[in-house]
């Protein structure tokens, strides 16, 4: 009975740590959306390893344990390939988009209230005239607190960084004052894909 005991001791302590690594490992880099970095890379991976040895070693454990006809427990096995399956078939980067929209809809809104107001005046950095600095008060509404800013037919166009900024690849929110559907002359690059969240915004993937 002891022997058992330790074994489903040894299950607990591999599958539930390693599987919540590789969650929050995978949750980090949807929620930064950060890849061109050697350090969030190796913790991705590290995380998938984690993951990956301890999960096949309590799997040989069980079977062992049942050969032997010995006590097993598989709820902690069963908990870590039910996170496997999460990480590997649900929509997380879906569901990580929306979360952010949903949940900083309503700074972003008051930012883009206080612009076209003309309450904020908005300071220009590089590389080029579209991109402005994000004041103090309103940082959490874009990635690295920068915007893009262009003058539409019809009204100010705004885009808001979700990932980390790469000149020809991007992707994020963007307020449409007239509502039109984005368009490839937007920002000066070229769509990839785009869907509507609400009126006035969309999510946009720039390439």
Same mark, same amino acid.
């Given at each position: 009975?002891?022997?058992?005991? @330790?074994?489903?001791?040894?299950?607990?302590?591999?599958?539930? %740590?390693?599987?919540?690594?590789?969650? !929050?490992?995978?949750?980090?880099?949807?929620?930064?959306?950060? #890849?061109?970095?050697?350090?969030?890379?190796?913790?991705?991976?590290?995380?998938?390893? $984690?993951?990956?040895?301890?999960?096949?070693? !309590?799997?040989? &454990?069980?079977?062992?344990?049942?050969?032997?006809?010995?006590? &097993?427990?598989? @709820?902690?096995?069963?908990? $870590?390939? $039910?996170? @496997?399956?999460?990480?590997?078939? $649900?929509?997380?980067?879906?569901?990580?988009?929306?979360?952010?929209?949903?949940?900083?809809?309503?700074?972003?809104?008051?930012?883009?209230?206080?612009?076209?107001?003309?309450?904020?005046?908005?300071?220009?950095?590089? %590389?080029?005239?579209? !991109?402005?600095?994000?004041?103090?008060?309103?940082?959490?509404?874009?990635?690295?607190?920068?915007?893009?800013?262009?003058?539409?037919?019809?009204?100010?166009?705004?885009?808001?960084?979700?990932?980390? #900024?790469?000149?020809?690849?991007?992707? @994020?929110?963007?307020?449409?004052?007239?509502?039109?559907?984005?368009?490839?002359?937007?920002?000066?690059?070229?769509?990839?894909?785009?869907?509507?969240?609400?009126?006035? #915004?969309?999510?946009?993937?720039? &390439?």
């Amino acid at each position: 009975m002891s022997e058992g005991k @330790g074994a489903a001791r040894l299950l607990s302590r591999l599958c539930v %740590p390693a599987a919540l690594l590789f969650l !929050a490992s995978r949750l980090f880099m949807l929620e930064t959306l950060r #890849w061109e970095s050697l350090y969030d890379k190796l913790f991705m991976a590290v995380g998938f390893l $984690a993951f990956g040895v301890t999960t096949c070693l !309590a799997i040989v &454990i069980l079977i062992i344990q049942l050969f032997r006809r010995r006590p &097993i427990e598989p @709820g902690p096995l069963l908990f $870590a390939l $039910a996170i @496997g399956l999460i990480i590997q078939f $649900a929509p997380l980067n879906d569901i990580m988009i929306d979360y952010d929209f949903l949940t900083r809809l309503p700074e972003r809104t008051r930012f883009v209230e206080d612009v076209l107001s003309k309450k904020l005046q908005l300071v220009n950095v590089p %590389p080029g005239d579209d !991109a402005f600095l994000v004041p103090q008060q309103f940082k959490a509404v874009s990635n690295r607190e920068i915007i893009l800013m262009q003058s539409g037919a019809k009204g100010p166009i705004l885009f808001f960084f979700l990932d980390s #900024w790469i000149l020809d690849n991007f992707s @994020g929110f963007m307020y449409r004052s007239d509502d039109s559907e984005p368009q490839d002359k937007d920002f000066y690059a070229k769509i990839r894909s785009y869907s509507r969240l609400a009126p006035h #915004w969309f999510f946009v993937c720039f &390439i």
